[in-house]
C-alpha cells in the first residue's frame, strides 16, 4: 500500500452524492490551499532596530501577515514566553550546532499533526537563505501554475552516473505512459468543474537539482533529511510534486521503477478519489505564491466552499512506493 512513514489511505469510506471526476492533480492544483509551515523567532528580551527589521522582512512574506508563502511566523520571547509547547521547541533547538540568539527554527508539516524541525540559523541567515524562495521553488509554482501535472524534482547526489540513470528512467517511463494516461470522462459536469484557465493536460517534467546547492538549502534540508541515509550512500532522490507545491512522497532512486512511476501516475492523474486533502498522502512545500490570485484572479471565480462535504468520499485507493523513511 501507499506509505509515507508507514501505511496512509488516499481516500474515505463512503460514497460522496455528486463525483468527482477532475484527476487528482488537477483538483489539487485549484482547490487543497497548502498547510503552514512554521517559522519560529526565539529571542530574550526586546529586539534592536536591526534585529526587528529583520524580523519584519520574514513576517511580510508569510500569508498571515500580507505575504503568500504557506508560513507562520510565530514569536517566542523566552523571558517571558512559559508556554510549555513553545519551550519544547527551544530545548530541541538550543541543543543544534551554532545556535545563538535570536534564532530561527523552520517547522514543515508532515502530516496527522506530525513537524519535522529542518532548517535553522539567525535572523540575518534566515533571510540570506531564502526562507520562502529559490530557483527550484520558483520553477516548481511556474510549472504547476503552467499547467504540468506533475514535477518530479530530482535531487543529485555525489554520483552523477546515478542522477543520470534516474533522470533516463524517468524520462524513458513518460514516454511509455503517454499513450495510456487517458482522463476522466465527464469533466465540466455537475461536482467536476473546473475553474482556472490552466490547460488541462496531461504534463509531466523533470527538475533536477544539485543536492549541496546552498541557494536550495531549505528544500534539500527538508527532503535530504527524510531519506538521509540513501542520500548519504550516493543515492539521488526523487520526489513527485503537484497541485499547490505537494511532495507525495521522497523515494531514493534505487526504489523507483517504471511500475512504481506508472501507478502514482494514474493516480495523479485519474479522477479524485478524496477530495479531502489531509486524507491524501503528502506534505507541502514551503513555496511563495499566489495560487488563488493567478489561478483565478478575482473573488468571483473561486471554486465554492465544499467543507460541508467532508467526510463523504469514495472507497480508499491504494498504491505501491517504498517503505518508511526513517
Known amino acids: 500500500m501507499l506509505r509515507c512513514g508507514m501505511a496512509a489511505a488516499l481516500a474515505l469510506a463512503t460514497t460522496i452524492a455528486v463525483a468527482c471526476n477532475i484527476p487528482v492533480f488537477r483538483y489539487a492544483l485549484e482547490r487543497w490551499q497548502p498547510d503552514s509551515s512554521q517559522v519560529i523567532i526565539f529571542h530574550e528580551g526586546p529586539l534592536t532596530s536591526a534585529q526587528q527589521q529583520l524580523l519584519e522582512s520574514i513576517r511580510a512574506g508569510s500569508k498571515q501577515d500580507g505575504g503568500h508563502a504557506n508560513a507562520e511566523v510565530v514569536q517566542v520571547d523566552l523571558n517571558a514566553d512559559d508556554d510549555p509547547k513553545r519551550r519544547e521547541w527551544w530545548s530541541e ?13 523552520l517547522r514543515t508539516r508532515l502530516g496527522q499533526g506530525r513537524f519535522v524541525n529542518h532548517w535553522h540559523g539567525t535572523l540575518q541567515a534566515a533571510v540570506d537563505v531564502g526562507l520562502y524562495q529559490s530557483p ?30 534516474a533522470k533516463d528512467q524517468l524520462e524513458t517511463t513518460f514516454t511509455t505512459l503517454a499513450n495510456k494516461i487517458k482522463l476522466p ?15 488541462l ?19 534539500t534540508g527538508l527532503l535530504t533529511g527524510l531519506r538521509k541515509q540513501a542520500f548519504e550512500d550516493g543515492e539521488p532522490l526523487l520526489v513527485p510534486v503537484f497541485g ?13 521503477s517504471a511500475r512504481m512511476v506508472e501507478d502514482l501516475t494514474l493516480f495523479l492523474s485519474g479522477a479524485c478519489s478524496c477530495q479531502v486533502k489531509q486524507q491524501n498522502p503528502g ?13 483565478f484572479g478575482d473573488e468571483s471565480n473561486r471554486p465554492p466552499d465544499r467543507s460541508a462535504d467532508v467526510g463523504k468520499n469514495r472507497s480508499p485507493v491504494l498504491l505501491t512506493i517504498p517503505p518508511g523513511r526513517n
Open 283 to 295: 506534505f507541502d512545500l514551503l513555496i511563495d505564491a499566489d495560487w488563488d490570485g493567478q489561478l
Open 244 to 256: 499547490r507545491g505537494r511532495a507525495l512522497e521522497v523515494i531514493p532512486a534505487t526504489d523507483l
Open 136 to 165: 527550484a521553488r520558483d520553477e516548481i509554482r511556474d510549472r504547476l501554475l503552467a499547467g504540468h501535472s506533475v514535477v518530479w524534482l530530482l535531487i543529485g547526489s555525489s554520483d552523477s552516473d546515478r542522477n543520470d540513470q
Open 93 to 105: 533547538m538550543k541543543t543544534l550546532p551554532g545556535v545563538q540568539l535570536p534564532a530561527v527554527l
Open 185 to 199: 470522462q465527464g469533466i465540466g459536469l455537475p461536482g467536476s468543474e473546473l475553474y482556472a484557465d490552466v490547460p
Open 201 to 219: 493536460v496531461v504534463k509531466f517534467s523533470v527538475l533536477q537539482i544539485d543536492g549541496d546547492d546552498p541557494r536550495e538549502a531549505v528544500l
